[in-house]
């Protein structure tokens, strides 16, 4: 079982990032896929999620309105477009899968939101 997170990097604020999570090794379309953010010195934090068929989404509040999760189950990815980035969404950004039987974790994608 892989998730790999790929996309992140440095970006000015009020700017965008597209973030993918490649996933193998498991049945990714009936997974409910997560992503979560962790800060320096803070507990990880909840992001966005998509149901395994991609009909509903679900965003943090701190989130909600600026970025975007989308997957594709033909590709066994999904994504996070971050728009309107400010320094407080500074954070490894984590991809996660999830049904009642398992849960998998990448190992993160560095996000860096400064001028």
């Known amino acids: 079982v892989q998730l790999v997170e790929s996309g992140g990097g440095l970006v000015q604020p009020g700017g965008s990032l597209r973030l993918s999570c490649a996933a193998s090794?498991?049945?990714?379309?009936?997974?409910?896929m997560r992503w979560y953010r962790q800060a320096p010195g803070k507990e990880r934090e909840w992001v966005a999620t998509?149901?395994?068929?991609?009909?509903?989404?679900f965003y943090g509040d701190s989130v909600k309105g600026r970025f975007t999760i989308s997957r594709d189950n033909a590709k066994n990815t999904v994504n996070l477009k971050m728009n309107s980035l400010k320094p407080e969404d500074t954070a490894v950004y984590y991809c996660?899968?999830?049904?009642?039987?398992?849960?998998?974790w990448g190992q993160g994608t560095q996000v860096t939101v400064s001028s």
């Open positions: 090794g498991f049945a990714f379309s009936t997974y409910t």
């Open positions: 998509i149901t395994s068929a991609g009909g509903s989404t």
């Open positions: 996660n899968a999830w049904n009642r039987r398992d849960e998998y």
